[in-house]
């Protein structure tokens, strides 16, 4: 079989690399296609060399824009990689603009496996909201991290044979790079110890393109840092650092602000802090996993297992809410549950699309599908029919 991934952030490099892993390991054909979304050094290359990944080996150097503009150029570059390649499935993972690469793909009739499917925020804000649903009402193949996301799925009608639970990648990942991430210096470097900092980090285009909401997180952040005399820590995404500026918004004393780090700096650094405040998706999963407690500057979140265990709360965007929210989490007990199984999400995901090789590699032409050929019949019973 032949599998083609498409990536084109930060989070989807590093969610990819168990997949890729798997596929390796089985000797599989594997295309990778990078849309170019994240180009910048230390959302791109920094990853790709962090995480051993492959070069990609088509690159369709899309960009910044707005979402029709980045929509619409991945629609079109994107076809002629598949013209080409003819893969027997694609893989779109997640919620970000390089996941509807999967609309080309299901148009021309080649399947699509969604990982993380099922996820819901039930905020039509949020571009990734409607990304999510309109990918997980095609796609054939539905992998659910968690019970809660299948349940999602069946809540919406979703046939139960599409829907696999396999658990959540970012768990494959953390446990493959465990001993790098513990041999980081990161926190050498930044002169700051286990314990001693808040990590954030900020980057939805609703909290942070508008003065409000970023004056809220910035105000929250001062208040912090004197109560707790803890530094807060905030590798910068380069989206919040220009609202700042636009806004002008004063950076307060003991906001630490830098530009973004890679993945085994930052995976060290949450796994340290004494709490991480992020209105990130995968902050909220990394912060459960290394039993860190996380507040969520959002109002909703599509990672209610969180929330359910008791690692991290969703507090808004009110000032003082994100302080008490971060007030309840620093004095909660450690002692949550991680709600997602066994790191081998990649392994469960590549067994089950193995097994269904044959109905991957149907017949391509629709006059040999066997459930065509032998299924038509005629009713003859219908005596008078009226205008329904
Ligand atoms: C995207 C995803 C979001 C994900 C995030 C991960 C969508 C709709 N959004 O948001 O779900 O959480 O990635 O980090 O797909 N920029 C750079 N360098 C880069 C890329 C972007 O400076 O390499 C700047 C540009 O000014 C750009 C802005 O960041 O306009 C936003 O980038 P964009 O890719 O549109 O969205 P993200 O906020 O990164
Ligand atoms: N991350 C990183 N460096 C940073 C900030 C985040 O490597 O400076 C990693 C982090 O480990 C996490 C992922 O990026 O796995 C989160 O991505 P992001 O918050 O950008 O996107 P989201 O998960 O919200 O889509």
């Not at 003819?86 to 496996?113: E, H, Q, R, W, Y």
């Not at 465990?178 to 990161?186: C, F, G, V």
């Not at 314990?195 to 929250?220: C, D, Q, W």
């Amino acid at each position: 079989m032949k599998y083609m991934i498409v990536l084109g952030i930060r989070p989807d490099i590093i969610n990819y690399q168990p997949i890729v892993k798997e596929l390796k390991k089985r000797k599989r054909e594997t295309v990778i296609v990078h849309t170019g979304q994240h180009y910048s050094y230390f959302f791109d290359e920094l990853f790709f060399k962090q995480l051993k990944f492959p070069k990609p080996d088509y690159h369709l150097k899309i960009g910044s824009g707005t979402q029709a503009q980045q929509l619409g150029k991945l629609v079109q570059k994107f076809e002629k990689v598949l013209l080409k390649e003819k893969p027997d499935i694609v893989f779109s993972f997640s919620d970000a603009n390089p996941a509807l690469s999967a609309i080309v793909a299901t148009k021309m009739g080649i399947k699509v496996a969604h990982l993380e499917a099922g996820m819901r925020s039930y905020d039509w804000r949020m571009p990734e909201e409607k990304n999510r649903r309109i990918i997980d009402s095609f796609a054939d193949y539905l992998f659910t991290p968690t019970t809660g996301t299948k349940k999602n799925l069946l809540k919406e009608g979703i046939s139960p044979h599409r829907i696999f639970k396999v658990g959540k990648l970012i768990y494959d990942v953390l446990n493959n790079f465990k001993d790098e991430i513990e041999q980081n210096d990161i926190l050498d470097k930044l002169k700051i110890e286990k314990n001693g900092y808040f990590l954030v980090t900020a980057h939805r285009p609703e909290n942070v393109n508008y003065e409000k909401p970023l004056k809220n997180i910035m105000s929250a952040l001062e208040t912090i840092y004197k109560k707790y005399q803890k530094e807060i820590i905030f590798p910068i995404h380069p989206r919040t650092k220009k609202s700042l500026k636009k806004f002008g918004i004063k950076i307060s004393k003991g906001v630490r602000l830098f530009d973004p780090v890679g993945f085994l700096e930052f995976s060290k650094l949450e796994k340290n802090a004494f709490c991480c405040v992020t209105d990130s998706g995968t902050v909220q999963e990394d912060s459960c996993i290394f039993r860190v407690p996380c507040v969520t500057m959002r109002i909703s979140t599509e990672r209610e297992e969180t929330v359910q265990v008791g690692s991290n709360i969703v507090a808004g965007l009110n000032k003082n809410h994100i302080i008490q929210a971060v007030d309840t989490m620093v004095n909660r007990k450690i002692n949550w549950r991680n709600p997602y199984g066994k790191p081998d999400s990649a392994k469960k995901t590549i067994e089950i699309l193995e097994s269904k090789k044959d109905e991957i590699k149907q017949p391509k032409v629709w006059w040999e599908h066997p459930k065509i050929t032998k299924s038509y019949s005629i009713s003859s019973n219908v005596k008078k029919w009226k205008n329904p």
